[in-house]
């Protein structure tokens, strides 16, 4: 992309998908306002980029921009910024971001597990969900990510195991297409129901079964089994 070549909003946020550093750099030389740009759901480029897995990227942009919001500060694991700020204002804990998000689900899916730890014991409420089309909280995060650790603590502080998501995807039916065992295992034991059913009427064990792990899918087919004794 030469110098000249100026770029919208739109290509700007396409360069950021990329993971093409050099030439989003180019293009905050030919216009700096970029760096404080959105995508039409009011995503700014630091969250853009961290969707899209790139954190160093996310990193570079953050020092670009005039002012990070909070769930900016959030995702991007600045815990003394973040920290200070819910001191100044509590209410803080419960805001989601510009596309639905619940904070504490961003600390979640983005692996700030110190930084989640400390908000739920703030009083960020566990058991609320994104308002967006996907209705992903913060233990759905924690499921997607594979992080114990955080579920645990959400599971303790009073997460429902089964509150569901979009198409009523549970918990449960995460960890059994992924085949994880040790968090089936966990969600049951804080009273996940193996046989709920997703909207399409598929069952954790359908699921795990199709996804190839059998052994997986037989244990929670005997976990239905057990309940109905």
């Known amino acids: ?9 739109d290509e700007f946020f396409c360069l950021i ?5 050099p030439a989003v750099q180019q293009a905050l030389r030919r216009d700096p306002r970029l760096a404080d740009a959105r995508t039409a759901q009011g995503i700014p480029a630091t969250l853009w980029a961290l969707y899209h897995e790139r954190g160093d990227l996310a990193a570079w942009l953050a020092r670009q921009r005039s002012a990070l919001d909070f769930a900016e500060q959030i995702a991007l694991g600045h815990d003394a910024a973040v920290r200070a700020l819910v001191e100044a204002d509590p209410a803080l804990l419960q805001s989601r971001s510009a596309d639905g998000f619940t904070v504490l689900g961003l600390a979640v899916f983005f692996r700030q597990g110190a930084l989640a730890r400390w908000m739920i014991e703030q009083g960020a409420d ?9 209705r992903v909280g913060p233990i759905h995060a924690a499921v997607a990510r594979g992080d114990l650790q955080t579920l645990q603590t959400l599971l303790d502080a009073g997460a429902d195991p089964d509150i569901p998501q979009a198409q009523q995807v549970r918990p449960i039916h995460a960890a059994a297409l992924a085949g994880n065992t040790v968090i089936a295992a966990l969600l049951h034991f804080h009273g996940a129901d193996p046989g709920l059913p997703n909207e399409q009427g598929d ?26 004794v």
Do not use: I, K
């Open 126 to 134: 566990v058991n609320a969900c994104a308002d967006n089309a996907m």
């Open 17 to 21: 998908g990329s993971g093409d550093q």
């Open 203 to 228: 069952t954790p064990a359908t699921l795990a079964r199709r996804a190839g792990h059998e052994a997986l899918a037989l244990q929670l087919e005997r976990l239905v089994q057990a309940r109905t």
């Open 1 to 9: 992309m030469p110098d000249t070549a100026a770029v919208s909003a």
